[in-house]
């Protein structure tokens, strides 16, 4: 699954379009590398947001295509 869409699906972050920007601004790492939106996210990866001041960082539990509100929290552990 494409890393922006994982962030949408897992509700990191809120709307896909704000996943790929923060993308694009190069402000999302996996693995300690700046990723591109297209980056293909797999179990086990770690993800690392720096939005402003807050620096966030996620293990990948589950890749999903399509998860409801209760069930995004078990596709991610916070670090």
Do not use: P
Request: hydrophobic residues 40%; proline residues 0%.
């Amino acid at each position: 699954m494409r890393l922006d869409k994982y962030l949408k699906v897992s509700r990191i972050i809120k709307r896909r379009t704000v996943a790929n920007e923060a993308c694009d601004a190069g402000k999302v790492e996996v693995n300690d590398k700046i990723a591109r939106a297209s980056y293909d996210i797999k179990v086990g990866d770690i993800i690392k947001i720096s939005l402003g001041a807050n620096v966030r960082s996620y293990r990948v539990l589950a890749v999903n295509e399509h998860a409801l509100k209760e069930d995004a929290v078990k596709m991610y552990e916070q670090l």
